[in-house]
């Protein structure tokens, strides 16, 4: 009996170690994670526990690196030489940032169920099928071809490894442990896989097959009327008649076959099945010093860690400051002693569809330029945590990947299946040359000549100089295209209908040193219509853009804080036009009592999207309801079968306005023949309702903050681990684009002049460990709307107030 008890109790004891060890989906091994030894209780860091001096002996450096960290744990790098500043710059983040890093690295190659097993296998499969690592292959072959950015990626990534080396389990961070693995060796693909993730964010995405969709429906006429190449309200980047500094080639001719389909001459075949940003400047004319000013707000995903690193890197020939993305070398958004950049998503149409020809059912010949060609055909091999690897074959052709080469769900709706994609992320540029130039630049000419290198994804690359210069180029690579080519899915058969070359760099619209006395960006057109080339049909709307443009013009002796102010406006120009016309199309005597104080409510309301206004509550849900009860008979894919989408902001705004007999206004789901008053009342209804279910009677609990919800997530989305429910204002299409999950992630103004001072924010803090002080420790500054002052050192020795640290990186 004792025996069969002492078996008993050392069999359930090796069970529960085991258990207690071993992941099993998505519950981690709380016995490694709870471990005081080696758990999670090891990442808890002290508040004095940072060392205020210390000197670190690291394999791989060449000279002594004096690093000075302020009040915000800001690196502050100073190095002898380009090899020493990277490696530094990379040992450093990945102190702070290592789990970050890697993890995204792994969303962009596929390799997610590496970590967390099957659940995020069609994300693996996605990723790896639209390219993201094939296109990284080829920059990073780039980038390591030319000798000073092979420089900058190998100490970089040596710097990284480093500090991996340095580590045992017990100092991993703790996402480590919770999803028990722990970090591989950084290569150079690992940084150009952070900027071709990038890419996709902010270019990865096409309406092709839905506007297809459209044409195949509705006609051409529809089309040019619904879905218009400019929109009636537009404020674009370079003003309208600004003068062309270049002799513009020649387009591409329009293929006979193209006119036909939009002239209406042709039976079609149906095709097989709010990111922002803002950035402006002022010249040294409206500035109250006499200097220029530039500004800089990325709106992006709100996530912890914060997607931004901030860092001074200084060495013989650079001294700047600026934030990075973590895992990726130089700064990316900055300033040093004569300039200041900053960056916005363009928004070019630079990812087009083809649809394909196969010579039979096998794929492997498809049909172009009157032959049949290989398709190339590539394994990937996936692996699975806990269960056997899987390998799927991706097919290429010479426009590049077939996303999806059968039926099948795909993983964004607008992905159509048996089409070949071509898209600029897939080609080898070198964007860290052109960060690594503009980081040293010290005037104009250096700043479009760091331009030239760069390729994806398209930026609106602002500029301002202590020489009193300031500027803005929309850059990248531009595909030269025929108008309207890529609005709709492509021929793929026919070479008339591929790329057929390159706008040259130097005639992308940009604009120097304005009459206006400023220049500006908020993802609207690039150009007017007098730019003689072919971008895209379809931009963010303009409001944003307006509003910037508007406030500006009206500015004079500005100052920083004059832009901070700007950055935080909350002004709706969309509700200020639409709001008079939909209360217009009630009669307020015949309410019901309930949406007659709403009505009443939004009678007062200033437009406004102030954290405490309640207006913004209600019109957001009213004006939401009213566009969806407009379109969804005709676009939406309940009732049509089809993947679809809407006519514009711009479009729809002018049919309510202008257009009350329209025929798109009546829902023909229905027998009653509605009206826009009709939809009015019934979406007033609607947002009443909601907001009467969600917080009870009118009163301030319907306060836009508390309806909006800005959430900060875990990267991995871990509960506990972000910032719920802030208290904020602002939104989609203001310029305080701060919504429920995105918004200004990093919020940058500086004043040029003989001793630069700028000033910064973003929703976060340094620190990637939620057991730091510093892992959230910006928020609440970020939230007010404020900005702290970023210490900007001239020598490794300057003495400043906020220095609270320095350490010595020396050599081994």
């Known amino acids: 009996m004792k025996w ?29 994670f709870l471990s005081p030894f080696q758990g999670f209780w090891r990442n808890a860091e002290p508040a004095a526990g940072f060392p205020t001096a210390q000197t670190l002996t690291l394999p791989g450096l060449q000279q002594p690196v004096q690093v000075r960290f302020d009040d915000k744990r800001v690196p502050h790098i100073f190095a002898q030489n380009d090899h020493d500043l990277y490696f530094a710059q990379g040992y450093l983040t990945a102190q702070d940032r290592l789990w970050q890093m890697d993890f995204v690295t792994h969303v962009a190659a596929g390799r997610l169920s590496e970590i967390v097993g099957p659940a995020r296998l069609e994300t693996d499969r996605f990723f790896r099928r639209m390219g993201l690592k094939f296109g990284a292959e080829k920059s990073t072959a780039a980038m390591l071809a030319n000798p000073t950015t092979r420089t900058v990626l190998t100490s970089y990534s040596d710097g990284i490894n480093a500090y991996i080396q340095s580590l045992s389990p017990r100092d991993y961070p703790f996402e480590y442990k919770l999803l028990d693995y722990a970090p591989e060796p950084w290569e150079p693909i690992k940084s150009s896989l952070l900027l071709k993730y990038m890419a996709f964010d902010l270019s990865g995405r096409s309406d092709d097959m839905r506007l297809s969709n459209v044409l195949n429906k509705y006609g051409p006429a529809v089309v040019k009327d619904l879905f218009p190449d400019y929109p009636q309200r537009e404020d674009p980047i370079v003003p309208v008649g600004t003068p062309l500094d270049f002799k513009p080639l020649s387009a591409p001719a329009t293929p006979p076959s193209f006119t036909a389909a939009m002239s209406d001459k042709v039976q079609r075949n149906e095709p097989d099945p709010e990111l922002g940003s803002n950035n402006f400047a002022v010249d040294g004319k409206k500035s109250a010093s006499g200097f220029p000013i530039l500004a800089n707000d990325p709106h992006l995903q709100l996530n912890l860690p914060s997607i931004w690193y901030q860092v001074q890197l200084s060495a013989p020939g650079v001294n700047v400051y600026g934030v990075t993305i973590p895992g990726a070398p130089t700064v990316i958004i900055g300033f040093n002693n004569e300039v200041a950049w ?107 000549a760091a331009l030239t290198s760069y390729g994806s994804p398209a930026q609106n690359f602002i500029f301002a100089s202590s020489q009193n210069d300031i500027a803005i180029w929309p850059n990248g690579r531009f595909p030269l295209k025929w108008r309207n080519q890529g609005k709709f899915i492509l ?66 002796r500005v100052t920083p804080d004059s832009l901070r102010l700007l950055q935080n406006d909350n002004l709706n120009l969309n509700a200020q036009l639409m709001l008079p016309r939909m209360l217009g199309l009630l009669n307020a005597g015949q309410l019901p009592a309930v949406e007659r104080r709403v009505y009443d409510e939004l009678s007062r309301w200033n437009y406004f999207y102030e954290a405490d206004a309640i207006g913004p509550s209600i019109f957001e849900l009213w004006y939401a309801n009213l566009v969806k009860r407009l379109w969804d008979d005709d676009f939406g894919l309940k009732a049509t079968g089809l993947e679809m989408r809407n006519p514009s902001r711009d479009r729809t705004n002018t049919l309510i306005l202008q257009e009350p007999t329209s025929r798109w206004i009546d829902d023909r789901r229905t027998p009653a023949k509605e009206t826009l008053e009709t939809l009015a009342l019934q979406s007033l209804q609607f947002a009443t309702d909601s907001l009467t279910r969600k917080f009870g009677a009118l009163g301030n609990d319907w306060r836009w903050a508390n309806q909006k919800s800005t959430d900060i997530l875990h990267l991995a989305q871990l509960p506990g681990f972000g910032r719920m429910d802030l208290n904020v204002g602002g939104g989609a299409g203001i310029v305080n684009a701060t919504s429920q999950r995105n918004g200004p992630s990093w ?34 500054t970020w939230s007010a709307g404020q900005l702290t002052e970023l210490v900007f050192l001239r020598t490794p020795d300057e003495k400043h107030p906020r220095v609270q640290a320095s350490w010595t990186l020396q050599q081994k």
Not at 22 to 31: A, V
């Open 4 to 32: 069969t008890k002492a078996f008993l109790a050392t069999a359930l004891s090796l069970a529960l170690t085991w258990v207690l060890n071993t992941k099993h989906g998505d519950i981690p091994p709380f016995g490694k």
């Open 342 to 448: 900053g960056v916005t998503n363009v928004a070019a149409d630079v990812l087009d569809f083809y649809q394909l020809k196969f010579k039979d059912a096998t794929q492997r010949e498809y049909w172009h330029d009157g032959r049949w060609k290989p398709v190339r055909r590539v394994v990937e091999h996936i692996v699975v945590r806990g269960q056997p690897d899987r390998y799927d074959t991706v097919l290429y052709t010479h426009h590049g990947p077939i996303v999806y080469d059968k039926d099948e769900k795909t993983f964004l709706t607008e992905t159509p299946t048996r089409h070949a994609m071509r898209w600029t992320a897939h080609d080898a540029d070198n964007e860290v040359l052109a960060f690594y130039k503009l980081n040293r630049a010290h005037n104009y000419q250096d700043y479009t």
């Open 491 to 556: 021929d793929g058969t026919d070479p008339a209908y591929d790329w057929q070359g390159w706008i040259p760099q130097a005639q992308n619209p940009h604009v120097k040193n304005p009459a206006r006395g400023f220049v500006s960006s908020a993802n609207q057109f690039s150009a007017g219509p007098d730019y003689p080339y072919y971008l895209n049909w379809q931009y963010g709307s303009y409001e944003r853009g307006h509003r910037i443009n508007e406030r500006l013009a009206s500015m004079t």
């Open 747 to 780: 919020r940058m103004v500086v004043a040029l002049g003989p001793q630069v001072k700028a000033y910064g924010v973003y929703p976060g803090g340094q620190s990637g460990n939620p057991g730091s002080a510093y892992y959230e420790n910006l928020i609440d």
